[in-house]
């Protein structure tokens, strides 16, 4: 700590008195003693070098340099109750956990949670991921988001959210490389897909009535918030659920090389834990005003 540092329960009284031109007020503001304030503004003028204060027998008024003194220590001391109270608030500001998985985290929640704060600045989402489907008795957490219901704790009832659908996206630049204008031309390609959803380019090369190549090259990622960054940067062709694809066709960062051909997924779910907070409601009106 700075060795300059004056005795800060010595500012403290000082400042008391100071506002109210009066030892005795101070003291009874501060619960002390006459003598113990007028201990801690002596000790805090040794400390300083300077006379705070011309003592008269009913009043105590401030010199020139406890006036400069006073207006520079009350300014500080309003900053710290400042800081104070809002650490208070903070402390007391209600939150909602909401569990999912960590690509819908990355690429779908995350950018919308400024909206929803903007809404209920009172509220403080905080965002677990995990890719098991959480339990109660083990995790804790108000709402969870998966796509699909199996392995749902028992305690925890679904309620459907979102539909969705696979989308082929890639890198225009890549398409302007490499075209893609059937499936046929889709051999060219290295696919990209997360090792959770590797069947996916079989089921969507079958259900177009496309045979997938046995010599096709096919990179796998743990997250799908990593196909998406692979896809952009031109390192294959993506499928792609379309409640995951934000900006990305909008921008031109990527683009839908066969727009009509779309594979149905099973939709999204949500469900509340059995101690939820208050909060959570909140946000699960929030939740479903947003679109996929």
């Not at 300077?50 to 003592?55: A, D, I, Q, S």
């Not at 006073?70 to 939150?95: F, K, N």
């Not at 959210?161 to 890639?170: H, K, N, P, S």
Request: negative net charge; glycine residues 4%; contains cysteine.
């Amino acid at each position: 700590m700075n060795k300059s540092l004056p005795p800060l329960n010595a500012v403290r009284a000082f400042a008391v008195a100071a506002r109210h031109q009066s030892f005795t007020l101070a003291a009874e503001e501060l619960h002390v003693s006459h003598s113990a304030v007028s201990r801690h503004i002596k000790l805090l003028e040794e400390h300083l070098g300077v006379l705070l204060f011309e003592r008269r027998i009913r009043q105590s008024l401030l010199t020139p340099a406890g006036q400069r003194f006073y207006q520079q220590v009350s300014a500080g001391l309003a900053q710290i109750a400042d800081a104070a109270a809002e650490l208070r608030q903070q402390a007391a500001r209600p939150t909602v956990t909401i569990n999912t998985r960590p690509s819908f985290a990355q690429l779908w929640l995350m950018p919308r949670l400024d909206d929803f704060t903007a809404e209920h600045p009172e509220i403080e989402p905080q965002v677990i991921t995990q890719t098991r489907s959480p339990d109660p008795a083990r995790d804790s957490f108000d709402i969870v988001i998966r796509r699909g219901r199996d392995d749902w704790a028992p305690t925890i009832e679904s309620h459907p959210l979102f539909e969705d659908e696979l989308l082929m996206v890639a890198a225009p630049e890549l398409i302007e490389r490499i075209p893609l204008a059937d499936l046929a031309d889709l051999g060219q390609h290295t696919l990209l897909t997360v090792r959770a959803r590797r069947e996916d380019w079989h089921h969507w090369t079958l259900r177009f009535g496309q045979s997938q190549s046995a010599t096709q090259e096919i990179r796998q990622f743990d997250y799908m918030h990593r196909v998406m960054e692979a896809a952009v940067a031109g390192e294959g062709v993506a499928l792609c659920p379309t409640t995951l694809l934000g900006t990305h066709l909008s921008s031109g960062r990527l683009v839908c090389p066969l727009p009509d051909l779309r594979m149905p997924l099973p939709r999204y779910y949500y469900g509340v834990a059995p101690q939820a907070s208050a909060s959570a409601q909140v946000f699960l009106t929030w939740l479903q005003k947003q679109t996929p």
